[in-house]
């Protein structure tokens, strides 16, 4: 009888652990207008569309915590090269005005007010990978903004960021692949150097950037302005179909 239990038991289990759906997320969003600051005085503007993980599990605390800390990091715009300490994306706005306001009257000739833009998107949602898209865009004086492209990727059960060595079977591999698609993309002659169009690699040698993005039909890495070309190259994007690595992944994407 007791074997009867245990079996029932372990069956009960994995079929819960089969049913595992993927997080229920929700979509938040926030401008300057709404903070007590900007009702009746003018303020830059600032724009944010983030993601919000429904539930009050360790999993959804810990990834709406790594979220919240990119839309309140991209607000910093001053030296501590720790980041802002702002407890909340409401106080990092706050912060971000208050610089304006300083520099406003420090620089009274300033042609054009800060602003800022930023989004957090969910780019894939399954039981086993939660993949967003993390973009900012931010104006602080000078001749242009600056912004960036930067992917997450989580364990919907642990909360945990993934890297590639946690997606990817074999991450070289991988990165051999994504070579040659670049050079596919950019024309480079495999017997060439990597930098041989103006590409800045260091050492000569191909290397993946730092995170990367899933949806259902492609692994995408972004290289940002000044990662590995000037800046009036833009954003130099690769695109890999799942088609073509499926068999590397770790996880299922379907």
């Not at 839309?71 to 300490?85: H, K, N, P």
């Not at 919907?156 to 993309?185: H, M, N, W």
Request: hydrophobic share 35%; with cysteine; proline share 4%.
């Amino acid at each position: 009888m007791n074997n009867k239990i245990y079996l029932g038991l372990t069956l009960l289990l994995l079929l819960l652990g089969g049913c595992r759906k993927p997080l229920e997320t929700t979509a938040k969003e926030i401008t300057q207008k709404e903070l007590s600051g900007c009702q009746e005085v003018s303020c830059p503007e600032i724009t944010i569309e983030y993601l919000k993980v429904n539930g009050k599990t360790e999993a959804s605390e810990k990834i709406n915590t790594e979220i919240e800390d990119f839309v309140i990091q991209s607000l910093y715009v001053g030296e501590d090269e720790s980041g802002s300490t702002a407890p909340t994306i409401e106080k990092a706005m706050e912060d971000f005005i208050a610089l304006y306001r300083t520099h406003s009257a420090e620089f009274p000739g300033l042609s054009a007010e800060y602003f800022a833009e930023i989004t957090v998107l969910e780019s894939f949602n399954n039981k086993e990978l939660l993949s967003v898209s993390c973009r900012n865009y931010l104006y602080t004086g000078g001749a242009h903004g600056y912004g960036m492209v930067v992917f997450e990727n989580f364990d919907p059960k642990s909360g945990a960021l993934l890297g590639y060595e946690d997606v990817f079977q074999d991450v070289s591999t991988f990165s051999e692949i994504a070579e040659t698609r670049f050079r596919k993309d950019h024309d480079i002659p495999q017997q060439n150097s990597i930098n041989a169009t103006g590409f800045w690699f260091e050492d000569d040698t191909f290397y993946l950037p730092e995170t990367f993005g899933i949806s259902k039909e492609f692994v995408t890495l972004q290289y940002n302005q000044y990662e590995i070309a000037p800046y009036a190259a833009g954003p130099i994007v690769l695109e890999i179909p799942i088609s073509k690595i499926e068999d590397l992944l770790k996880v299922s994407l379907k």
